[in-house]
């Protein structure tokens, strides 16, 4: 098992040029669980994210990792604890695959430090969980979008962080490969006890495979904790706009949200 941490937002505003997207935001990540963050277009799911890994400066407030803010660590030292797969990435021309996931071990290369056969083994292993290992010597440019996906999936498992951040990691991918590394994220937060935060589009996948549950409106937490208390019919109308009616899941017993469109709504639909 990993070091569990702790990672905590604390009063955060964040915005780019004069417009404020975040504003007053706390956030408690439960350590060694999963956490998907879910919440309407433009509400700053990825903004917040960005920041929890350093990508974008707050204008006022704190992420603090294990009580120690983020944005004062040094790059190297936080990327061996905190690892992000970032929206849209973008690969260096003509790099191959087996280089590319290998640039998730940069953390944990030292000066003068030559690549070692732990990296050799960090870089298989991440390769054969996304089954990438096929794709190996492939250009990047080469492949679709969602082997693409799927290797970036692969490079951030190379890091071998304890924390790990991604943000909407199942896009460009099949139904099929969207379960699969939904399924593969949650083996490494159950064997590992990977603290792992997540955004999601999908509100039902994001409920089936959380522990922990947030909805973000206009900037700020709306709802936060279990997914059968975050997922209702009320939060789903304030967050998204959208009439709904929510049902327990067959398959996996987590609630399960149900769109209602306005001629449903219209006839009076019910379940």
Same mark, same amino acid.
Not at 45 to 68: E, I, Q
Not at 87 to 105: F, K, M, N, T, Y
Not at 118 to 136: G, I, K, P, R, W
Not at 203 to 221: F, T
């Given at each position: 098992?990993?070091?569990? +941490? ?5 009063? #955060?505003?964040?915005?780019? &040029?004069? @417009?404020?997207?975040?504003? *007053? /935001? ?43 803010? =983020?944005? !004062? ?6 990327? $061996? ?31 003068? *430090?030559?690549?070692? !056969? ?11 969980? %996304? ?7 492939? +250009? ?5 979008? &969602?082997?693409?996906? @799927? ?24 139904? *099929?490969?969207?379960?699969?590394? /939904?399924?593969? #994220? %949650?083996?490494?937060? @159950?064997? $590992? ?7 999601? +589009? ?5 409920? $089936? ?11 700020? =937490? ?8 975050? #997922? ?9 706009? /959208? ?8 398959? *996996? ?8 469109? !306005? ?9």
């Amino acid at each position: 098992m990993t070091a569990a +941490h702790t990672l905590v937002v604390e009063d #955060l505003e964040l915005g780019y &040029g004069g @417009r404020t997207v975040v504003e *007053s /935001l706390d956030l408690v990540v439960p350590p060694a669980k999963i956490t998907c963050i879910v919440g309407a277009n433009a509400c700053g799911k990825s903004t917040l994210l960005r920041s929890m890994s350093r990508l974008l400066a707050p204008r006022s407030g704190h992420v603090l990792l294990d009580g120690k803010d =983020v944005h !004062r660590l040094p790059a190297k030292q936080l990327a $061996r604890t905190l690892g992000l797969l970032p929206q849209s990435p973008i690969a260096p021309e003509g790099i191959v695959v087996a280089d590319l996931v290998g640039r998730g071990r940069h953390p944990h290369q030292r000066v003068l *430090s030559r690549w070692s !056969r732990e990296d050799d083994a960090a870089v298989a292993d991440a390769l054969a969980a %996304t089954h990438t290992t096929e794709l190996a010597e492939r +250009h990047v440019d080469e492949l679709s979008g &969602g082997q693409r996906q @799927r290797v970036w999936i692969a490079m951030a498992l190379a890091q071998q962080t304890d924390v790990l951040l991604l943000d909407e990691p199942t896009t460009f991918l099949d139904v *099929s490969h969207q379960i699969e590394v /939904l399924d593969l #994220l %949650t083996d490494l937060n @159950r064997s $590992r006890g990977t603290t792992t935060v997540m955004v999601l +589009h999908d509100l039902n996948l994001a409920a $089936r495979y959380a522990d922990y549950l947030v909805a973000i409106a206009a900037g700020d =937490v709306y709802a936060a904790g279990d997914p059968s208390d975050v #997922l209702t019919t009320e939060t789903v109308r304030a967050v998204f706009g /959208l009439d709904s009616h929510v049902i327990s899941d067959p398959v *996996s017993g987590k609630p399960l949200m149900l769109p209602l469109g !306005r001629h449903h709504v219209a006839e009076g639909a019910t379940v």
